[in-house]
């Protein structure tokens, strides 16, 4: 068998689709095809099912997922060992960020990867949690920072920190409000938020759901720069934490105002797939995310 065809084949089969996984890989889809054709020719079975819709595993598929996934971190740890000889480790590395955190981590994190593993590459992609987990699922991101993770057999959590959430309002329009904001007064701001999938979208509705209210939403935007851009235009209020708000600089005149009775904190978790096993390079990664993590919210 050979290493490229097992790759090939594990990418299609993580992604569901040959087309994604061409995409995913920069190869061609028809020779993406014979490759994964001539190693169920060599192994003298059928190892996925082609439809419409994309591909599903056979039982032997199934197997040689499982194999084949230990298959490639071996040989992931072993150009590790081996760079470890000459001083530095090696591989890449696909890292997911929230939104709200994107700005004000990826800078300092990018330093921090080049200053300590300078012979690794590194990938950040900004991500709603819910995408982040089937991207971890499916193989795309090696570990992801999440608000609220629900636990999951797929995927394995670390808790880093609580954040707290603060209404956030245009300063010019609101100049002599009370600075704390009561729960139970919450829908009688219209809101600026992001789409329903959103993890602290969903926090807040399911706060103020156990009061018996619904939040007041006026428009629904996935881009924290775009609805900061809007509070401050006086276009309606949001609800996000302070390290988003931060993330514009000072040219945004923005109030952000505490949540209270009760105060609402949101939790952040770093996560991995529970489905492949660790290299030291991610780990490395992993302890350079957390640091500054700790750095963000001492």
């Known amino acids: 068998m050979d290493l490229k065809q097992i790759e090939y084949f594990i990418r299609v089969a993580e992604l569901g689709s040959f087309t994604r996984a061409s995409i995913d890989l920069g190869i061609a889809q028809p020779a993406l095809s014979r490759q994964v054709r001539l190693l169920e020719v060599e192994l ?176 629904e935007i996935d881009s924290i720069n775009a609805i900061l851009d809007l509070v401050a235009d006086g276009a309606g209020s949001a609800v996000l934490s302070i390290h988003a708000v931060n993330s514009l600089g000072a040219q945004h005149q923005l109030l952000a105002r505490p949540i209270v009775d009760p105060c609402l904190h949101i939790k952040l978790y770093m996560a991995c797939s529970a489905r492949r096993p660790t290299t030291l390079t991610q780990k490395a990664v992993m302890d350079l995310v957390q640091q500054q993590v700790d750095q963000l919210f001492s």
């Open 44 to 219: 003298r079975q059928n190892l996925l099912l082609r439809n419409g819709r994309g591909v599903t595993l056979t039982e032997a598929g199934k197997m040689l997922l499982d194999h084949g996934r230990g298959i490639m971190h071996q040989i992931a740890r072993t150009r590790e060992e081996l760079s470890r000889v000459r001083g530095s480790l090696v591989g890449k590395v696909a890292v997911g960020l929230p939104p709200s955190l994107s700005k004000v981590l990826t800078v300092p994190l990018i330093h921090a990867f080049k200053a300590h593993l300078p012979e690794a590459s590194l990938s950040v992609t900004e991500g709603l949690s819910s995408g982040m987990v089937e991207s971890l699922t499916a193989g795309r991101l090696d570990l992801a920072l999440l608000y609220n993770a629900a636990p999951s057999p797929e995927v394995d959590l670390l808790p880093l920190a609580e954040e707290p959430l603060y209404l956030v309002q245009s300063a010019r329009c609101l100049p002599d409000e009370e600075l704390a904001v009561p729960l139970k007064e919450l829908p009688d701001h219209p809101l600026i938020t992001p789409s329903p999938h959103n993890a602290i979208r969903m926090f807040v509705e399911s706060e103020l759901a156990a009061l018996g209210l619904k939040p007041n939403i006026v428009l």
